[in-house]
């Protein structure tokens, strides 16, 4: 039973189970988990893009957040500094960050499908945070007046419950949506 006491256990609910049956996950079958689930991952996941980064940009770092805007964020579940999304639109998950590098704020894009290239995206509209937006989402450019939904994932940059604008990755480079104001 020693072994056991260290193991994860859950009792047994489904109707097909006798009442009190103990089901008992040992360590022994986390690698095969671990490998069923990284098996069914398609794209680039948040470590690798921060390898990435640590390869191309000597120095990066996470911006400072005002603490009103990180509690804000945090209690909905988000994380103002990382977001995932098929921006190039290749069906594989790309990953950005919110960085300082150089004394300035800007997103970083890796791309599931040139993984050896981190993009830069310069002069933010805004910067307290970025999420994603999704394929299909509706928009109001409040720059050209157009309105839309979408054709792909997009970077959206806020100013925390004030403003923000989405870029979105087409001809090899970022384009702005200012979608909120």
Known sequence: MGRASRACTTKASLSRWPANTTFVLTMRLAPIALFLWSATVAGMEPGDCALQLDRQLNGWSLPAVDPHVFYGVTRSGKNPFVTTGDFD????????????????????????????????????YCN??????????????????????????????????????????????????????
Not at 100 to 121: F, R
Not at 142 to 150: A, H, N
């Open 89 to 124: 639109n290749d069906e594989n998950a790309d990953v950005s960050f919110l960085i300082i590098n150089d004394n300035k704020i800007q997103i970083a894009v890796c791309l599931s499908g040139k993984p050896e290239k981190v993009l830069l995206i310069d002069d933010l």
């Open 128 to 181: 307290d945070g970025i999420s994603s937006v999704p394929k299909g989402a509706e928009y109001y450019d409040f720059e050209t007046g157009s309105q839309g939904r979408y054709d792909r994932d997009g970077i959206h940059a806020y100013c925390y419950e004030k403003a923000g604008a989405t870029y979105l990755y087409r001809d090899g480079a970022f384009q702005a949506v200012v979608d909120s104001d």
